[in-house]
């Protein structure tokens, strides 16, 4: 009998109750002054305005249960990267440059090849970014972390100004999603990946390939091609449903799809297509969106700078605020996200 969980919720992750607990936090924190700060795209970063043009976007991450297979592993560079990662890809999506970064490292015991590895891969990441590391802290807690365990936490800063802020509300119907291919699984949906692809399996190493640094083409389009996206969607938690996020007044639809990396088509083995979708990038870790006359430009950015990038739908009449994902590998008719 097959006792492997079947869904995030299964796995011990409940999407529903963290969202639940964000809108009451954002309740409870409610201030004046909250409504100085500038409506920007998604809800990837909070941008807070500096002067009439220009505004400070910052956001803030983690790489969840990807630690735990990185101490079953040993391997701690990879996950210096996705911490950057996580936080730099969110404050593009709002037509941030992300310029800072900073982390929280807690741990019961400094070990010094394991932080001086961790260290090594954050900076990497931020080079990859073009972010300086401009601080942080080390925490020692032997009281809270045992066997080596440990937590990161990243923290991000980017400038943009009124003119390049991305909001979605410019996004209409006829409009192109471009997606681009993500490196493999990146950081979320670790918890169930983890219980499914069992430790003697060789594709549990592909789950901790670094996730990919978008930075560079996209900051270039920012750039050298100003009002080309019209707004972006980092796949992240909650997977494909990321695509509504710009504008959740519009429906999106997919026909098209990426390569689905080798770990994860082995999980959609042990997990319905619809739950893949919604947990998983499936093959996309970001998702561009575009009127169709700007669509060869952005495919030529990320084709110059080494990021297989293709157009997989359009913005539709649908259904608001969902996705209608057509042609999934594995899935016998479409579904709505």
């Not at 919720?9 to 607990?21: L, P, Q, R, T």
């Not at 807690?141 to 410019?170: C, K, N, Q, W």
């Not at 990321?242 to 959740?248: A, E, Y």
């Amino acid at each position: 009998m097959n006792k492997d969980p079947r869904s995030y919720a299964e796995a011990g992750v409940d999407i529903h109750k963290a969202e639940s607990f964000v809108t009451r936090l954002k309740v409870s924190a409610r201030r004046k002054g909250h409504e100085r700060l500038w409506h920007a795209s998604g809800g990837y970063a909070s941008v807070y305005p500096v002067s009439e043009n220009q505004g400070v976007a910052m956001t803030t991450d983690g790489v969840g249960t990807k630690l735990l297979l990185a101490l079953e592993k040993n391997n701690f560079e990879g996950i210096g990267i996705d911490l950057v990662a996580m936080c730099a890809n969110d404050l593009i999506c709002v037509g941030a440059k992300p310029v800072a970064f900073l982390d929280y490292y807690a741990t019961g015991a400094l070990d010094d090849r394991v932080s001086d590895s961790l260290l090594s891969g954050i900076i990497k990441g931020c080079d990859l970014a073009g972010m300086l590391l401009v601080g942080g802290e080390t925490a020692e807690l032997p009281d809270l972390y045992d066997h080596g365990h440990f937590d990161l936490a990243g923290f991000a800063m980017g400038t943009v100004t009124r003119e390049s802020l991305i909001t979605g509300d410019g996004l209409a119907k006829g409009d192109i999603l471009i997606g681009v291919a993500s490196s493999g699984i990146h950081s979320n949906g670790l918890s169930l990946a983890r219980k499914i692809i069992g430790a003697d399996n060789p594709l549990r190493d592909d789950l901790l390939i670094p996730t990919h640094i978008y930075v560079a083409p996209v900051v270039r389009l920012f750039s050298e091609y100003p009002g080309t996206i019209k707004a972006l969607a980092h796949i992240t938690g909650g997977g494909w449903t990321n695509v509504t996020r710009p504008n959740d007044s519009l429906g999106y639809t997919i026909e098209d799809h990426l390569p689905v990396p080798p770990a994860l088509a082995e999980i959609a083995g042990s997990v319905p297509a619809r739950e893949m979708y919604r947990t998983f990038n499936m093959g996309m870790g970001l998702c561009l969106m575009a009127a169709p006359e700007n669509v060869e430009t952005i495919l030529r950015v990320f084709d110059q700078s080494g990021f297989e990038a293709r157009p997989v739908g359009e913005i539709s009449s649908g259904k608001k605020a969902a996705l209608t994902v057509k042609g999934a590998p594995g899935a016998e008719r479409e579904f709505d996200l």
